[in-house]
């Protein structure tokens, strides 16, 4: 089928509405895939969300804060759904334990994303994918506004919440975006100071301790021309290296280890992936296999998981020279 253009997205939806659907994202959930698929399930008469595996800490903690029931995300693959639908993932790989059951789909599979897009040579799946959207979450509200979907306070809420986070907060922002958040704040008769408690998610005490010693034992040095944050984290490695990016890194790299995996978190500044056309998201695909697991993610934040923990130290090798030979220094 391959790649399709908004208006026969459209069409495809409307096709579907009435139709047993299932929706859902790559592997680790966050706010804008959750979002987009609860916002997309207004839509249709009969859908189910579903996840690979689980959804990120942050996007649990906002749909309890907006009454959401995080018990309507289910694990299991529907074989029997009309259409599956992927949100904010362009291939098969990164939705983990679904990568089998997608590959060997004999029904229809629709793709809506917005990240950099990759070929998907199969006569089943459809593709929409526009990196002109900075979210899938705005993908979905387009969809929902044209379709005349009356959109409840909670879900505008949501759907503004898969902006804003996928905008690195408007660092990554086009006009489109100011455009839809404003409506959809317009939409939930709220301002924007009133979603910043939901989205910045202010950790506990001994979070902060943690993150701030994990900090403090961190290495910098200088790689390809960007200051370089790495450690282990004993807390969160996400919440390290945000955190190293807030205080002055260019790139930063944090991982932490339990009984059965090692888990990266990679943060780059905005917008130096546009200017020096680096993508976390991609090295960290590449490289996941080193550690025998996954990655991906965004441009400027991403992560990778796997089993093989003594592979820890020559994946943060490899990070830093895809990194380098990424921005053609040496």
Sequence with gaps: MGIIDFEILRSTLMDYKTKKVMLTFHSLGDTDSVSSAF???EYFNDSIIVT?????ANSKRILDQLGFDEGRITTKF???ADLVIML???NFEDCGAFKNKLNARKGPVLIIDHHAAQAMARENVMVFNDEFYNSTASIVYEVLRLAGVMI???IAELIALGIISDSAEFRNASYRTFEEVGELLNIANVDYVSLLP???HTASVDAREQSMHDLFNSKTSVVAGLLFATGIAKGHANQSADDAIKVGADLA???SINKKEVSFSARLR???DKELNVHLGRIMKDLGPIIGGHGGGHPCAAGAYGPAIPKAVEFASKFVSEITKATGKR
Excluded: C, E, R, W
């Design 39 to 41: 916002g997309l399930a």
């Design 52 to 56: 690979p595996d689980f959804i990120t």
């Design 78 to 80: 529907d074989d029997s």
């Design 88 to 90: 904010d993932v362009n």
């Design 152 to 154: 409840s306070k909670s």
């Design 198 to 200: 939901i989205m910045q």
């Design 253 to 255: 790299l944090f991982y």
């Design 270 to 272: 905005p917008p130096l």
